[in-house]
């Protein structure tokens, strides 16, 4: 499955950074560049449930390809979220569902900052992302 090019650079990014500090402070700038969402976004109909933190998800579909935005009140869960979303973006509903979730987050060099409660909410925003993409 190819990377798109915002993919890349984060993956680029992630990479030259230098132990966990340098990271998590990359993890917050790519979490300050979420689109934000409108206050009618967040609603209880678009939060994900099976997250600790407070993280909504809208979906759109543009010409067989999903558009993600996210939000969360966390800042570690923000810039994870902007990571998986640059991950998904473009891909189809198919290749939705083969991605590998922790694959991606090993490869920024971030699995093993995962704690298993942030693991699983990631883990409830991709099986959202596949609830609206399957729901379309």
């Keep these: 499955m190819s990377l798109s090019a915002s993919a890349r650079d984060a993956l680029s990014s992630f990479e030259q950074a230098a132990g966990w500090e340098q990271r998590a402070r ?13 206050d009618g976004q967040k609603s209880e109909a678009n939060r994900v449930h099976g997250c600790e933190s407070q ?3 809208v979906a759109e579909q543009h010409d067989g390809q999903w558009r993600f935005k996210g939000a969360s009140d966390a800042r570690i869960i ?4 902007a990571l998986l979303l640059i991950r998904v ?6 290749e ?3 991605l590998d ?4 987050f090993n490869q920024l060099g971030l699995g093993r900052q995962l704690s ?10 991709l099986q959202r992302m596949a609830q609206l993409a399957a729901g379309a």
């Design 26 to 38: 990359l993890l917050m700038q790519w979490g300050e560049r979420l689109e934000p969402l409108g």
């Design 55 to 57: 993280v909504w998800l």
């Design 78 to 81: 923000r810039g994870l979220l």
């Design 89 to 94: 973006e473009g891909l189809s509903s198919a």
């Design 96 to 98: 939705l569902a083969q």
């Design 101 to 104: 979730l922790p694959g991606w």
């Design 116 to 125: 298993p409660s942030r693991s699983n909410g990631l883990n409830a925003v």
